[in-house]
Structures are given as structure tokens and as C-alpha cells.
């Protein structure tokens, strides 16, 4: 069936300072759900454009080591296609993070403007700049002037609510040297309480005249031609539903997926493909749940996978009409044999899924 308008130009590759992107669906920086693990098993489905990783520390990128850091982690394989996210509130740390980035062949580099978290704003950082936008168009131009590759910064509504501010910001941000914005339109104070009001988006995009990808709250293609549609924006950063749904992208940009349906229509259709390497039949949800826990235990210790794949459940349950219920059985194992039988039992047969996700458990 063919794709609508809008949905097939975010299906069209975009050049970002001089580096094709093969679309325009991204998945979002999670800090604690898009690891390394998370990421393979989402490249495994493939689909996307570029996948971001968590918010790492400037200060400390110059001596991390990857062979231990749960953040600043990658697969060889994935540098073409993986922006990293750098949070900080001093330029020339922020300068040397972004050469160890370049160093490191990362396809890009985010600066993290949005993050709210109280941890993080105490220090000047994350959305705190928003208050302070010399200081964050200084940080812009210092990175832009340490490398050569992709730099994209990522911001939110500033403190005060109105998308006047954020389109100046978003001017500052471009003549410093900003190659492409992803705007989360929500107020700094609201973490995700508040749907976010993807009209402001198209204040940012007006502003500006390079790419601006929209995110928050997008679960399936109708929210993404509704997002275009209303702000303008070139493409689409998506977050927690990539982690409810690791093969969004694939769906997404998939020639036979139904552009209308709620994705249930491209799941059956692939269903016979998604065999657990632990006999049961093909169940998509089921063959999802058992490899994000074979990825973990790649990239992880056993009680760090374990740590890990608790933080995966709750969006994942978010699926399901009982999700908490569900949600509350996924969290119960401690060892990854008891995990893969609780996947098992709660999964096989499949549970009844919604349309869109329980966001009580969209945390
Ligand atoms: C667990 C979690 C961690 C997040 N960590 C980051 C982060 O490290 N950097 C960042 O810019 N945004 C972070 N975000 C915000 C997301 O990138 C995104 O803006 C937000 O979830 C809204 O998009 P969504 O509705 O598609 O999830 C995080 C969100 C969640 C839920």
C-alpha cells in the first residue's frame, strides 16, 4: 500500500553536513535504556536513521573507557550510524569531549540542553542552560570549533513556556554552528506529565534553516504525520516507544505496513520470523523480551543485565491491557534463568496488547 505524503518524506534520506542519514526517524537518547544491548538488538530489527546514545559526562569522556563505562559503550559496528549524547556546563570541557567522540569515529555529536533532572541542573547543565543562553550558544560554538562531524543539539521549551524563547534559542544555537535541532516541546519543570504541544515545534522550525526533528509522545505513523503536519518539522526523534517496541523503525519504514494501523497489522505479518532460540512458536513480543536478555548478558554482567533488563520492563509491559500486572510478573526474576522462564510463562501464549501504550507504565 503506498505510503502518504508526509510519511514517505520521512522515509527520504537527509544530508547532514555532508553525511547521509537514510532516513528521518531517530531513535531518541535514553539514558539507562539506550545502552549498547538496547541498541543491538534495535539495529537487529533495523529501520532507523541514527540511533543516539545516553547523555554521557564531558568531563568525564576524556579517560573513559569503554571497556567498562555502561554509558560511553558502543559495537564497532554502529559508529556509522551512532550520535553521541554529551551533557556539561563548561565549553572547553564539552570542546575536548567532542574531539574523544570524533577520535572515536562516532557518526555525530549531541549537546544535551533538555535534561531536567535535578542532578543534572543543579551543576548548570542540561536544561539549565536554557536559562543561561550565552553560556549554551558558547558551548555550540566551542564544540563546533573542536570537530568536523554532525553536531546536534537537543532542547526542550525553556523554563518559561513560551516557543518565542525557543525559537531564539534555536537562531542562537544555528549561528553558532548547529548542524540540526531535536526540540522536545515541553516546559523544563515538566518531566513528561503534560502531553507536549507539538505546535511549538514549528516556531523552532521557522526560525531556523537547518533540519529540526520533533519528539515526545510519538507512538505510531499517525502520530508521526500528525507531528509533521502540525510543526513542520524534518523528521522525528523517537524515545520510550522504540523501547515498547524495538522494531518501530522497521515497521515504520516498512513497504507493506499499513500507514494507519497501530503497527498490530505489521507485526502478524512478520510474525513467523521471531523464533526464540527456546522452542516455543513465533511471537514477536515474546522472541523481543528473550533477546533483549541474551544482548544483556553480551554486553553485561549477569547482575548488571539483570539491573538492566528491570529498567526495559516497564515500557515493554506498556504493551499489554493487564501491563502492570505483566509488568509486575517481568520484574519478579533475579537470575536470567529465572527471567527467561518468567518470560516464558507471562508471554507464551501472547497476552492481549493495546492500540497505544498504557502510559501509566510510560514512565
Ligand atoms: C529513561 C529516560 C532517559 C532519558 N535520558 C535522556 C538523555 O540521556 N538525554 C536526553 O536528551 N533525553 C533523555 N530522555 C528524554 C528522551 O530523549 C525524550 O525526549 C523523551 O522521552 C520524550 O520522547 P518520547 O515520548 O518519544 O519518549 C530520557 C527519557 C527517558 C524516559
Redo the contacts with the bound molecule.
Keep these: 500500500m503506498p505510503k502518504p505524503h508526509l510519511l514517505q518524506n520521512l522515509m527520504m534520506p537527509i544530508t547532514i553536513r555532508g553525511k547521509e542519514i537514510p532516513n528521518k526517524f531517530f531513535l ?7 545502552h549498547v544491548a538496547f541498541r543491538e538488538l534495535v539495529a537487529e530489527f533495523g529501520g532507523f536513521g541514527l540511533l ?1 546514545t ?2 554521557c559526562s564531558a568531563r568525564a569522556i576524556p579517560c573513559e573507557n569503554p571497556k567498562i563505562s555502561k554509558v560511553f559503550t558502543w559495537r564497532e559496528e554502529e559508529l556509522p550510524w551512532l550520535v553521541c ?1 554529551i ?1 556539561g556546563s563548561d565549553p572547553a570541557s564539552m570542546a575536548d569531549a567532542a574531539r574523544r567522540v570524533q577520535e572515536e569515529g562516532f557518526f555525530g555529536i ?1 549537546l ?1 540542553f ?2 531536567c533532572a535535578a542532578a543534572i541542573c543543579k551543576r548548570g547543565s ?1 536544561a539549565a542552560l536554557l536559562k543561561n543562553p550565552d553560556l549554551a550558544a558558547e558551548i555550540v560554538f566551542q564544540v563546533r570549533s573542536a570537530v568536523n562531524i554532525p553536531l546536534f543539539v ?1 532542547f ?1 521549551t525553556g523554563w518559561d513556556n513560551a516557543p518565542e524563547s525557543s525559537a531564539r534559542m534555536a537562531t542562537l544555537f544555528e549561528n553558532a554552528g548547529a548542524d540540526a535541532l ?1 526540540f ?1 516541546p ?1 516546559v523544563a519543570p515538566d518531566r ?1 506529565a503534560r502531553p ?1 504541544k507539538w505546535q511549538h515545534i514549528r516556531y523552532v522550525k521557522d526560525a531556523v534553516s537547518i533540519p529540526v526533528f520533533g ?4 507512538f505510531n505513523a499517525r502520530d508521526c504525520r500528525k507531528i509533521t503536519m502540525e510543526s513542520g518539522c524534518d523528521g522525528v ?7 515498547a517496541k524495538p522494531w518501530i523503525f522497521a515497521a515504520l519504514t516498512s513497504d507493506d505496513g499499513h500507514p494507519n494501523s497501530d503497527m498490530k497489522t505489521w507485526e502478524k505479518s512478520t510474525q513467523s520470523k521471531f523464533n526464540t532460540n527456546h522452542g516455543e512458536s513465533p511471537n514477536i513480543y515474546h522472541y523481543t523480551a528473550s533477546r533483549i536478555v541474551d544482548l544483556l548478558l553480551k554486553h553485561n554482567d549477569e547482575k548488571t543485565a539483570v539491573k538492566m533488563f528491570k ?1 526495559f520492563v516497564p ?1 515493554f509491559a506498556a504493551n499489554f491491557k493487564f501491563g502492570h500486572k505483566i509488568c509486575q510478573r517481568l520484574l519478579k526474576g533475579d537470575d536470567p534463568h529465572a527471567i527467561y522462564e518468567i518470560i516464558h510463562g507471562a508471554l507464551h501464549p501472547l497476552p492481549e496488547t493495546t492500540a497505544v501504550p498504557n502510559l501509566n507504565l ?2
Design positions: 531518541a537518547p535514553m539514558a539507562g535504556l539506550g543516539f545516553g547523555m549524547q551533557f549531541d544535551n533538555g535534561c542540561g537537543k526542550r531535536v522536545h515541553r513528561r507536549p519528539n515526545g509522545n510519538i526523534s523517537i524515545g520510550r516507544m522504540a523501547v529498567k515500557c510510560f514512565s
